[in-house]
């Protein structure tokens, strides 16, 4: 990477949570690397970025843990109890969980669990 591009890399890669990327800007900066227009713009592009207010709602469940099998799981019980009216929740939520065999410790009342928490919410 030419030495153009070192300095706005690095920040692009650390807007990207890569912590090795930040401590080679934060060493740039201490060592009064020269800082085109460029660079100047994707340094505050970044801290913009860092001083964003939090995204409202529950955090995404990290892909392949128990609690995001049990989500896929809820959505699948979900459409399919809408395809088909005469099952139940709970008769849908049981045929999913015998089709599913990747995590045998996911139980029924989780996933009744979880529809109950996700359910949509009725006016008032």
């Not at 990477?1 to 706005?8: E, I």
């Not at 713009?41 to 995404?60: S, Y």
């Not at 969980?97 to 989780?110: F, Y």
């Amino acid at each position: 990477m030419s030495d153009d591009w070192k300095f706005r890399g690095n920040v692009y890669s650390a807007l990207q949570a890569k912590a090795d990327a930040l401590a080679e800007v934060i060493r740039m900066l201490r060592e009064d690397h020269p800082l085109t227009a460029d660079d100047k713009r994707a340094l505050a592009e970044f801290i913009e970025w860092l001083t964003l207010p939090p995204k409202r709602g529950r955090p995404q469940a990290e892909v392949f843990s128990v609690t995001w099998h049990i989500q896929r799981i809820a959505q699948e019980v979900r459409q399919r109890a809408e395809r088909d009216d005469s099952l139940t929740l709970e008769d849908a939520a049981l045929r999913a969980l015998a089709a599913q065999e990747i995590r045998p410790e996911i139980t029924l009342e989780q996933v009744l669990q979880e529809l109950r928490r996700a359910a949509k919410k009725k006016p008032i």
